[in-house]
């Protein structure tokens, strides 16, 4: 479960990825209200190990990027 916080109105889009830099999954891509939510990654299909997420938000008139958050995760089975 991965948690996150938004604070504009945005779009957002949720990437999980290898340590190659290969998207993974993409958990969340639309848009949401200001606000705190959670996605669900379901790692069963894949190697324990460490990953990378990676937050993109962005405005909704122009595309612009407003904020991006990366952070690693580790999946252990």
Known sequence: KINYTIS???FVKLSVYDLLGKEISVLVN???D????????NGSNI????????IETR???NGSVL???VKKMVLIK
Do not use: R
């Open 47 to 54: 190697a324990s190990g460490v990953y990378i997420y990676k």
């Open 59 to 61: 405005n909704l008139m």
């Open 30 to 32: 639309n848009y949401k």
């Open 8 to 10: 504009n109105n945005s």
């Open 67 to 69: 904020f991006t958050e």
């Open 34 to 41: 200001a606000g705190s939510y959670e996605a669900f990654f």
